[in-house]
Nanobody, 112 residues
Framework: QVQLVESGGGLVQPGGSLRLSCVASGNILSFYAMYWYRQAPGKQRELVATITRSGNTNYADSVKGRFTISRDNAKNTMYLQMNSLKPEDTAVYYC??????WGQGTQVTVSS
């Protein structure tokens, strides 16, 4: 059983930045891919970014050029650097592995 713990969320003004972290209890190299999802109030959960074991990345169109996903295999940690944040980025952000493990989520609120 793998546990994922997200952190780094909070309240930020539009145009600001946050860095989310997802720490895994196991070796993240065992996962083919890891993902960041988000769910805004009243909306379905959506895929934000993907990173594979080899380091290939993919992003939702809504965050391209603003968000960067990365991983530190030695620390069993995945990150999401979020820049130029917009109010529509407000959501609970979740990390997920390719074997279907989910974290508990961290709230990101973008508001002035």
């Amino acid at each position: 059983q793998v546990q994922l713990v997200e952190s780094g969320g909070g309240l930020v003004q539009p145009g600001g930045s946050l860095r989310l972290s997802c720490v895994a209890s196991g070796n993240i190299l065992s996962f083919y891919a890891m993902y960041w999802y988000r769910q805004a109030p009243g909306k379905q959960r959506e895929l934000v970014a993907t990173i594979t074991r080899s380091g290939n990345t993919n992003y939702a169109d809504s965050v391209k050029g603003r968000f960067t996903i990365s991983r530190d295999n030695a620390k069993n940690t995945m990150y999401l650097q979020m820049n130029s944040l917009k109010p529509e980025d407000t959501a609970v952000y979740y990390c997920k592995t390719s074997f279907g493990y989910w974290g508990q989520g961290t709230q990101v609120t973008v508001s002035s």
